[in-house]
């Protein structure tokens, strides 16, 4: 017989495998290897019958490994957050965290980046949205942007455990460069930051990253590579969106892109909105609507929550005074930049910054 064609005595087709695409518990549609006598039979009703218990099994068998790889993957963050592993700065742009408490909520700067969670969960809220992640989903971030974030399930017995990885513009830039690659339908939310369902592929992809750990010469020349299927994973999948619009000259969320930057390059100077809108090539009044779309927030919130945040980060780790700290960032009077700060953080400078020595710092 011919591959596909059906044998007359058993009404099984007879090719031994075909390309076909199933939507498989993780949310995904991908092609697989499928033996044939999966494939339904309208002809034969007992073939069916088996076709429909051998579906299963191998959807079954693909939960099994997705699973498999969400174990491994708390295991790897395990290991090289422990005493044994020595994971810091080894990849540059690959950070992973282990925390045993739940925390409080914490005022932090988002970084573009995709965040994984091997246990736990975490949640973020980016003005008054609020979005949840867990070891099922990824959290993944466009533009930098101002959040409050909280880890919820985390003990000594099961720590949260998660991984960051950095979006590098320049790298995605490149990547939509080099062909044309299949366009990710348009997200219902037009922030720059969103959750998407984990799959078993980019899981896959960041299991090889880590792995490179184990053997330290082969990073330069193995990783770039790795990265490379990430970026792709992720802007070819339904959270990539503004990622690949951010990355694509012309775009809104481009010109956007450009305002945030030069807020963040002159944080410590006046701005005018009209002259930030003609930076963009948009009306004042279009500039405003974009701007708040991405980051939930206005232009005058968004460069005063960077002051904050900068000054924050100036006594913390420069350990710079509140009077010298505000001045750096641009305010002329330190009681108005007390006032502001206590609003932001909840605390006075100086008992914010003794409270986060205590603590640390919290990421991904």
Known sequence: MLPGQEDPYTGVRSSSHIFSSLTIPDG???KYNIPAFILPNPANTQCNRLNYSAKHILLDHMTDELLHAKNTLTERIEYWTGTKGNAKDAI???????????????????????CLIGQGSKEVLLGKDSLVYDRDHYLVTSLDLPVVAQIRDAS?????????????????????????????????????????QLSLSLIDAFLRLINLLEEPVSIPFLAPSIKREILYRLITSDQGYHVRQLSMAGSQSSQIHGAVQWLKDNYNKPVKMEELAELCHMSLSSFHHHFHNLTAMSPLQYQKWFRLQEARRLMLVDDLDVTRAAFEVGYESSSQFCREYSRQFGNSPAKDIRLLKQSGPMDA
Request: cysteine-free; glycine content about 6%.
């Open 92 to 114: 540059p742009g690959l950070w992973m965290y282990k925390y045993e408490a739940p925390s409080a909520r914490i005022r932090i700067i988002q970084r573009p980046s995709i």
């Open 28 to 30: 995904r549609t991908e």
């Open 156 to 196: 000594p017995e099961r720590p949260y455990m998660g991984l960051a990885f950095t979006l590098e513009q320049k790298e995605i830039a490149k990547l939509l460069a080099e062909g044309s690659l299949p366009i990710p339908s348009k997200l219902p939310t037009q922030r720059a930051m969103s959750v998407g």
